[in-house]
């Protein structure tokens, strides 16, 4: 996500990827479920399976919201940087187009939050 500073900026950039050994921070957000109130960032390897983030992370993640239990892979929709976005299952983070700081939310139609609320 870029930014354009009016100043420039002074002092020493800590998030740049060099600094995470070899991973890159990934931004994850469930839209419609403001029980988590912003996107997870996350720091994984460029060469993770999309599939392994949907399988292992994002139950971990997420999986305490009583709508969890209730999505449906093949409906949801996902958006990356604001725009409509197809991932791969199949493919690795990097083979999915993302990069360092890259953020990525989905939505699961149908699913609101708790009675509607959105939370």
């Avoid at 709508?67 to 083979?95: C, H, I, M, N």
């Avoid at 699961?108 to 509607?116: A, D, E, Y």
Wanted: net charge neutral; aromatic share 14%.
């Amino acid at each position: 996500m870029a930014v354009i500073a009016i100043k420039p900026y002074i002092g020493e950039v800590r998030d740049r990827v060099e600094n995470f050994h070899g991973n890159q921070l990934l931004f994850i957000g469930w839209e419609d479920h403001l029980f988590f109130a912003s996107p997870y960032a996350f720091p994984f390897p460029p060469t993770m399976l999309f599939g392994d983030l949907l399988e292992h992370v994002l139950p971990a993640t997420y999986g305490v919201h009583p709508d969890w239990s209730k999505v449906d892979w093949s409906r949801a929709e996902w958006f990356k940087s604001g725009q409509p976005w197809v991932p791969d299952a199949t493919r690795s983070l990097a083979e999915n187009g993302l990069r360092h700081k890259d953020v990525i939310r989905f939505r699961t139609p149908g699913l609101t939050g708790i009675k509607g609320s959105c939370s």
